[in-house]
Nanobody, 112 residues
Framework: EVQLQASGGGLVQAGGSLRLSCTISGFEFDDYAIGWFRQAPGEQREPISCISSRDPNTFYADSVKGRFTISRDNAKNTVYLQMNSLKPEDTGVYYC?????WGKGTQVTVSS
């Protein structure tokens, strides 16, 4: 059974930091790119960041570039999203995804 377990969300003041984690089981983690999406209230889900497999290349949406850092630990089957200098507009549910699978999401709320 494939599982993507996201965690690390919470309530933080603007300017603060959070680190999201996504632990994946059920397929060969090393072979696949992993992405993070965000869905703000009333909005469509949007791509935030992505990291490729063994020779990691990364992608960031313009809205988070310079503030968020994606990384992966293949030994732990886990991908991380370090989020710094958080803004109220970063509020939303953050989902990790790989192949066609999605985790349940973790809520991030940034207060002004």
């Amino acid at each position: 059974e494939v599982q993507l377990q996201a965690s690390g969300g919470g309530l933080v003041q603007a300017g603060g930091s959070l680190r999201l984690s996504c632990t994946i089981s059920g397929f060969e983690f090393d072979d696949y790119a992993i992405g993070w999406f965000r869905q703000a209230p009333g909005e469509q889900r949007e791509p935030i960041s992505c990291i490729s497999s063994r020779d990691p290349n990364t992608f960031y949406a313009d809205s988070v570039k310079g503030r968020f850092t994606i990384s992966r630990d293949n030994a732990k089957n886990t991908v991380y999203l370090q989020m710094n200098s958080l803004k109220p507009e970063d509020t939303g549910v953050y989902y990790c995804t790989s192949r066609t699978y999605w985790g349940k999401g973790t809520q991030v709320t940034v207060s002004s």
